[in-house]
């Protein structure tokens, strides 16, 4: 657990209350944060004084009620000597606690809406502490899943049930009771049981520990992660599975590979999705070192949804064709998009950029999807050439919608802009191209996985750390693509011989290098401020083109 002083968590709430004003000047639509707007996404005294060890999760999903049962053994530790006599728990209704228990007594609770608080005697505090709380009711269901978030309560082509979860936006605390906070994760892992129909089988994340029969034909599958790992990280797969098995002889020596697919999708799993995590994995190591939870082996798993990078356990939900979306297709429109597929790409790169390190606050999202698009360019680049991978984001630059900056407000679990996507991958591969040296940017992506393994970070630390090792201040880049949602401008205009070019419609201290078709391998260095570059004669002078790696805007005044 990342550790705050009270002075800190001040810091913090006052630049989130600040950061509010100045967005809501540049945005008057904006949505005016709720009381559980901030007790669920900011660092509250109830939870700030005891740090996650463990989670030990039991559930049972009723198909026919759409309903869920189940407890949430939670180990802790106190962080603080000095706290708040209540602890914080998230839970959201219509599910409800039934009971809590602690050493053995039962202890009092009220609710808030979304938010429980639990009275903790100071007596049955210690420095290793377990508390078990007991829950059931109805889900939120997943009307769009991942995209809304909840339960998802489909049928497989077969029409069996099939059972699963996504909750990246909201939280865990849509389907079951946990500290619904980013910055916090279970130092020690986690584990769920999962008990279901003798007829289907259960996944959940890392590696099965057990497999009991019960009395009342049912089963209960026993999943173990050792890693720590976010809260929308953990999951279930409920369903008529099959297993494929494999290894994969990566950096760290040999890893377990399972393929849990829906009985009816062996030969496709074989032909297509086995291969390709293969290529994925090596690609992605090469690059961002090696896969992070060797311990926990790797599994990727059918869904009814589209995909989730559910840490050791990813979900599957595509059409088992390469391409970038469920019909094969291209949304580049440059063609490389159909050499791999995107969202087993996507969600392997995850491993690395999202449950590996993940971002302290959802505001932050583009560190884990931006990195992870950056892992879709880097496949297609090993596979067909670095100009490929080139290309490939070329085309996806007209996909961003500058609607919002990148960064959404802190403290308040609001996500940014969906452009967290490809601008934040955008983001990076200017970076890459500006640093000018393959070797050097792959020790940065090698180094953030090595020196923030299984840490939580912000974009602060990110952009400090590529900073550092870049030995180039990249603030300004930072500043003006995630914190603004300006796209540069360059102006430029061809005068008695000279080409005169700056920078418009971005911060003042914007001075990203570039290359144009014009300079070739000399690089122009454009501010806000008029500058000049001697050309040829003016007749002959082609067309001012910017190099297809930088994400700006051209215009031309006469």
């Not at 008057?28 to 660092?43: A, F, H, M, V, W």
């Not at 210690?126 to 309560?153: A, H, M, Q």
């Amino acid at each position: 657990m990342q550790q705050y002083s009270p002075v800190k968590v001040l810091y913090i709430l006052f630049l989130n209350l600040l950061f509010c004003m100045v967005y809501a000047q540049e945005k008057s639509t904006l949505r005016i944060p709720t009381k559980q707007d901030t007790l669920n996404g900011s660092i509250t005294p109830e939870r700030i004084w005891w740090d996650i060890q463990h989670y030990d999760l039991a559930i049972k999903p009723d198909y026919s009620t759409k309903t869920i049962s189940g407890k949430n053994t939670i180990e802790y530790n106190i962080a603080k000597k000095e706290h708040s006599d209540l602890m914080q728990i998230d839970l959201v209704a219509p599910l409800k606690i039934d009971s809590i228990f602690q050493k053995g007594q039962k202890i009092t609770y009220t609710q808030n809406e979304n938010i429980w608080y639990i009275k903790l005697p100071k007596k049955l505090l210690s420095k290793n502490n377990k508390i078990t709380i007991y829950y059931s009711g109805k889900p939120t269901e997943s009307i769009k899943p991942p995209w809304d978030g909840g339960l998802v309560w489909a049928k497989d082509s077969l029409n069996r049930p099939w059972i699963s979860v996504a909750c990246q936006y909201k939280g865990a605390s849509l389907w079951y009771p946990c500290k619904n906070a980013l910055y916090d994760e279970p130092d020690k892992g986690a584990s769920i049981s999962i008990s279901v129909p003798d007829s289907l089988v259960a996944i959940g994340n890392g590696r099965l520990k057990s497999k009991i029969k019960n009395p009342d034909n049912t089963s209960t599958y026993k999943w173990e992660v050792k890693n720590p790992i976010n809260h929308y990280g953990i999951t279930f797969y409920i369903g008529n599975y099959i297993n494929l098995n494999t290894t994969f002889n990566g950096e760290k020596g040999p890893l377990s590979m399972d393929f849990w697919v829906l009985d009816y999708n062996k030969e496709k799993a074989e032909k297509h999705m086995m291969p390709e995590v293969n290529i994925t994995l090596k690609s992605l190591e090469h690059w961002y070192g090696p896969y992070p939870f060797y311990e926990d082996g790797f599994k990727i798993i059918d869904a009814p949804y589209i995909g989730m990078e559910h840490q050791s356990a990813i979900a599957y939900g595509s059409s088992y064709k390469k391409g970038t979306n469920k019909k094969g297709g291209d949304i580049s429109n440059t063609g490389w998009g159909k050499k791999t597929d995107k969202i087993i790409v996507h969600e392997i790169a995850h491993e690395w950029f999202g449950n590996n390190i993940t971002a302290s606050d959802i505001a932050d999202r583009w560190i884990q999807e931006g990195f992870a698009g950056l892992g879709e360019e880097i496949v297609i680049a090993d596979l067909c050439g670095k100009q490929a991978g080139n290309e490939f984001i070329n085309g996806r630059f007209r996909t961003i919608e500058n609607d919002k900056p990148v960064i959404g407000r802190y403290g308040i679990n609001e996500d940014g802009s969906n452009d967290n996507y490809v601008k934040g991958w955008t983001v990076m591969h200017m970076i890459e191209t500006i640093i000018n040296d393959d070797q050097k940017f792959r020790e940065i992506l090698r180094g953030l996985n090595h020196d923030y393994h299984n840490k939580i970070v912000t974009t602060k630390e990110i952009e400090t750390y590529i900073s550092s090792k870049s030995a180039i201040n990249f603030q300004y880049l930072f500043d003006q693509y995630l914190r603004t949602n300006k796209v540069p401008v360059l102006e430029y205009q061809f005068k008695n011989g000279l080409l005169n070019y700056r920078y418009s419609n971005c911060n003042k201290d914007f001075i990203m290098p570039i290359k144009t078709n014009l300079t070739k391998d000399i690089w122009l260095h454009p501010t806000t401020s008029w500058q000049s570059l001697k050309t040829e004669d003016q007749d002959n002078v082609a067309e001012l083109k910017i190099d297809i790696n930088f994400y700006i805007t051209l215009l031309r005044i006469d």
